[in-house]
């Protein structure tokens, strides 16, 4: 690739405990045309003190200002000052190895890329890491969670920009809904599986934590919107993997039960209960399938919340 501008985005809110290590990660990098753009978005820690004192030592450190809540918002106020051509989004917890995005540039071979999609090493609270890795199908990878985050891929601007940016609505499967849209526009997807991203678990404050039900009705919403899509557009896959894609979506409309019964019945009743018939998994016992099939969905999640499987 010729030597193109890429914009590094990263959105802070009260991350003074991982903003340096970041900031530190990013300029670390072995390509160097590069502008980082931080938009603080309503810290009330020491994050601005920090990125100023920073912006000392690196002039070219770009701080904005954004006071709508939400990374998404964070996100398109960068998105608008940025002026390279790609888009390296990073959380402010999350790190980047030093070859990143030299590595991921010297995929592209063509201009009419949409975004390359990367493996990356999640590290847990405990230090534990975990690749996850990129899979084949574009539109099944994103169905089961496996076309790379918001971090991990490299996204070209000018697609982002035609799909008016990340949609501030959302509060959690940002990124599975905007992979989703630059797909009905663009299927042109590069796939790395060579982790060159850390997404560092935290300890607290993630919408995976604070709010478990919308965050889980949000993850099935954006798989019935996939599936629907596929089955319409795709009739050969959605043929060939009908099975399999409704009973990952029963699977999670089953951990829902857990959290919300009656919102995980409405999904059962409308998406399941008339298209498929949930087999025994890893995640599904055979008693409560056997269960589920005399008495109910219902009867059988009030039967496993007493403990008897």
Known sequence: ??????????????????????LDSVYAQTYQNIEVLCVNNNSSDSTLKLLSSYQYKREDLIILEENKKGAPAARNL??????????QFLDADDLLEPDKIEHQL????????SFVAGAYTALNIDLEKNNVEVDGDIYLSLYYSKLGSTCSNLWKKEIIDNIDGWNESFKSSQETDLMFRILKKNQNVILDNIPKTIARE???????????????????DMRIEILRFIANE????????????????????????????????????????????????????????????????TIAELVKKIKIF
């Open 78 to 87: 960068g998105l608008k000052m940025a002026k390279g051509k790609f888009i």
């Open 202 to 220: 935290r300890k607290g404050g993630q919408i995976s934590q604070t709010d478990i039900v919308g965050n889980f009705k949000r993850f099935i």
């Open 1 to 22: 690739m010729p030597e193109l501008l890429v914009s590094i985005i990263i959105p802070c809110f009260n991350v003074e405990q991982y903003i340096i290590e970041c």
């Open 106 to 113: 010297s995929l592209i071979n063509n201009n009419n890329i």
């Open 234 to 297: 795709m009739p050969n896959a959605y043929s060939h993997h009908k099975a399999e894609m409704y009973q990952y979506l029963f699977e999670r409309i089953h951990i829902l039960a857990k959290y919300d019964l009656l919102a995980a019945r409405r999904y059962y009743l409308k998406n399941i209960h008339t298209i498929y018939k949930p087999h025994q998994s890893e995640a599904v016992s055979a008693l409560f399938i056997k269960i589920n099939n005399l008495f109910g969905f």
